[in-house]
């Protein structure tokens, strides 16, 4: 997506860790947000970050840095399971209106 | 569940045709947001609508057009349909605009064209 980057894949192991980067450039921000999309399914919300640090949510955590137009979502204790496209949105004004603009996605691979 | 519901699920249509894609929100959520996703590809923003208005247009095409309704369902309609219009439509839905709050995507429309 214009103007927010993210990586095209990673590969990791079973139980390791992963940190998926994402960095923007938007004026008006209003939220970063992460999903996690199985391929041909809808994307499913992970979590949501509208101010600094980090929020936890179990094996999931999101960080932001507002001043850098950055985030990251890192992944614990990987599961088979994990192995999809992880989103990175951001909610700003993209030149065309206050609107949820996403990412291209990281697709993770977890290798058993 | 995310409480976002789009219908149909599937559809398959002749190049040429025009089709309409339902999106109801979660309740109390006043915008829905249109995206398509054509195969291994991002998700590019198509169009918003806040409260029955047209808030912002992304990569719509002028073949393309949406609603949303007083009830706040949106149909997004696609006419003179081309293959290359082949995709995974997805609305989502958040209570407001600016707001700070969570957005949630449905489960998606694919649309194939033959």
């Known amino acids: 997506g214009q103007n927010i980057d993210q990586p095209t894949e990673m590969t990791a192991t079973e139980g390791a860790i992963v940190q998926i980067n994402c960095t923007y450039q938007?004026?008006?921000?209003?939220?970063l947000f992460w999903y996690q999309q199985h391929a041909g399914e809808a994307p499913t919300f992970l979590s949501y970050n509208v101010l600094d640090g980090l929020e936890e949510k179990g094996r999931f955590s999101s960080f932001l840095s507002r001043s850098k137009g950055y985030s990251y979502l890192l992944l614990k204790e990987l599961q088979m399971k994990d192995s999809a496209s992880y989103l990175c949105?951001?909610?700003?004004?993209w030149g065309f209106g206050n609107v949820l603009h996403c990412g291209s996605g990281t697709q993770v691979i977890v290798l058993p | 569940d995310s409480g976002v519901t789009q219908t149909p699920k599937h559809l398959i249509t002749a190049t040429g045709q025009r089709v309409t894609l339902r999106c109801s929100p979660r309740?109390?959520?006043?915008?829905v947001y249109w995206y398509q996703q054509s195969l291994d590809q991002g998700l590019q923003f198509l169009i918003h609508y806040y409260n029955g208005e047209e808030r912002a247009k992304g990569n719509i095409l002028e073949r393309f057009s949406a609603q949303q309704f007083p009830d706040l369902h949106s149909e997004l309609n696609l006419s003179s349909l081309e293959l290359g219009d082949s995709a995974l439509y997805f609305c989502?839905?958040?209570?407001?605009?600016?707001?700070?709050?969570?957005?949630?995507f449905g489960q998606g429309t694919r649309l194939t064209v033959v």
């Open positions: 309740s109390g959520d006043l915008s």
């Open positions: 938007t004026s008006g921000f209003n939220g």
């Open positions: 949105a951001v909610r700003g004004d």
């Open positions: 989502a839905s958040s209570v407001g605009v600016g707001t700070n709050t969570e957005a949630f």
